[in-house]
């Protein structure tokens, strides 16, 4: 009878890779690197702005229909303790109906709606009072919310205004120079 033949004793298996694959590697992932990692920051500090924005404007949107709802004063104000309200408006958003018309929560009235802290990479600044509408919607004074990156790029700036009648607007680019403008047509800016 003939001997088996052994096929597999002679083949090596290659395990790991060489230093010039590494390298190259290295290489096309450092180029692949320096050029998505600047957009994607951009991307990243767009997209956090935005939902900042909306998250506030939804906000003042539930008041301002919850004051016509309820034909009552509500409050839109940023609040450390959700109960006292402040005017640094990085603070969580707190909105409430304000029975006793003195502009800060108390144990009888509750607290309807909250909004998260402003994130540490943006800045956000709005009116040095709380914000108040009456029972027809209307705002007790106009306002701007404005907000910045913490770099000052202005071309990331996003802002909400708030007409006397109540009325909500978020700022947008309508000259397309990648600069949004308030509801007066002026361009945001940051510092």
Known sequence: MPAKLNMHA???VQKGVTL?????TLAILAIVLTVVAPSMQNFLIKNRITGEINEVSGVI???????????????VCP??????????????KIVFIDSNADGD????????????????????????TDIQFQDTGA???AFTIKI?????????????????QGRVKVSSDSDNVN?????????????
């Open 179 to 191: 600069i949004h403008e308030t509801i007066e047509g002026t361009k945001l800016t940051c510092t």
């Open 105 to 128: 929560r108390n144990d009888a009235e509750d607290l309807l709606v909250t909004t998260t802290k402003a994130s540490n990479s943006t800045k956000m600044t709005g009116p040095n």
């Open 20 to 24: 010039l694959e590494m390298m190259i």
């Open 139 to 141: 705002s007790t004074q």
């Open 79 to 92: 609040s450390t303790d959700f109960k006292t309200c402040g005017t640094d408006w990085n603070n969580p």
């Open 148 to 164: 910045c990156p913490n770099n000052n790029d202005a071309k990331f700036a996003r802002a909400i205004s708030v007409s006397l």
């Open 10 to 12: 002679n083949k090596t």
């Open 61 to 75: 949107q539930y008041a301002r229909h919850l004051a016509i709802d309820e034909q009552t004063p509500v409050v």
